[in-house]
């Protein structure tokens, strides 16, 4: 009932983030893992969501934050250009 999408790679215990659409919404949208994007790698992903001329890019990002930090360090994410 859904379809699973996974950063690309070799050994998948490094995978840490994947995305879930259902397939009835994967069949209705055209659904693309933009794996060539700059953003994407082990820890996140990209994927484009297309429907007749409207466009959607998601952003999914593993992130973890150790207790004693307690803030994040997305920052590089948000300004590449």
Known sequence: MWECFLPSFT???EVRVAAYVKYDLARTFS????????????????LDILFEDEFLCILNFYHHIPVKH????LLPFFLTN
Request: a positive charge.
């Open 31 to 46: 659904v693309f893992n933009n794996l060539s994007h700059p953003l994407s790698s082990l820890n996140s992903m990209v």
């Open 70 to 73: 307690r803030q994040h360090n």
């Open 11 to 13: 050994d998948p215990k």
